[in-house]
């Protein structure tokens, strides 16, 4: 079963449609980036494929069904969004909302939540209210959440935004370490981080521009058209994703 698979889709706020014509699917473990300018429609497609924005046109499928609701949901679907308010409560009861419990969790799944703040360097901030943490550590926290009910596909909208170098390499790390187990799709304006995903999906004036794999999207005549950047792209000999630095405006 696939996580998740979207046929002609088109979504979009109130009457207008951002993106159409969409059809994408996720396999099992796959690791996907959307990238594109700002307002091109990466969270509004992450919000639908998440199951909380209804698709302006076509079907999304998860696993072949309906996305469920309440905790079997998160056992599907784990999501991180930008904007998100901070949780007036402390970190690991933050954590343990990912569970999507109706009650107080069991002594295994208190254990699933000390695992997932360990896995993000958190259990030291356990306790700590969620108002009082930095950028960086409430993005990291909101990762765990994510995380936390081992879904089998996590939806992640700028994951490495407010972490400093050392933090960002290990989630980084971290996310390799999932492919293969956990399907993954994110948005993001890190090209390194999407270079490191197995396919990149570009968008840019409403359609995917191009999908395949890091080296035949982001090259530099495509990452001129839909970003407007001139990027000096070098490729790996050890067979790595490329490297890419932006040097200006196309």
Do not use: Y
Not at 120 to 142: F, H, I, M, N, P
Not at 200 to 222: I, K, M, Q, W, Y
Request: charge should be neutral.
């Amino acid at each position: 079963m696939t996580p998740v698979e979207a046929r002609g889709l088109a979504v979009g706020r109130g009457e207008r449609r951002i993106l159409e014509g969409i059809d994408l699917t996720i396999a099992a473990g796959e690791h996907v980036a959307l990238v594109g300018p700002n307002g091109a429609g990466k969270t509004t497609l992450l919000r639908a494929l998440a199951g909380l924005d209804r698709p302006m046109a076509g079907e999304i499928r998860w696993n072949g069904a309906p996305l469920p609701v309440g905790s079997a949901r998160v056992s599907k679907v784990g999501v991180l969004f930008q904007g998100e308010a901070a949780a007036p409560f402390g970190v690991r009861e933050m954590v343990a909302l990912g569970l999507g419990l109706d009650g107080p969790p069991s002594l295994p799944q208190l254990a699933r939540v000390d695992a997932a703040l360990d896995r993000l360097d958190l259990v030291a901030l356990a306790v700590r209210a969620c108002s009082r943490l930095s950028g960086g550590e409430w993005q990291r926290a909101a990762v765990a959440r994510a995380l936390v009910a081992e879904p089998a596909l996590l939806l992640l909208d700028e994951p490495t935004n407010h972490l400093d170098p050392a933090r960002r390499a290990a989630l980084l790390e971290l996310l390799a370490r999932l492919r293969g187990n956990v399907a993954v799709v994110l948005a993001t304006h890190d090209l390194d981080c999407a270079a490191a995903c197995d396919r990149v999906a570009l968008l840019a004036n409403g359609r995917v521009a191009a999908l395949g794999p890091p080296a035949s999207v982001l090259t530099p005549d495509h990452l001129a058209a839909s970003l407007g950047v001139r990027v000096r792209r070098l490729d790996d000999p050890q067979g790595g994703p490329p490297f890419l630095r932006v040097e200006g405006c196309a």
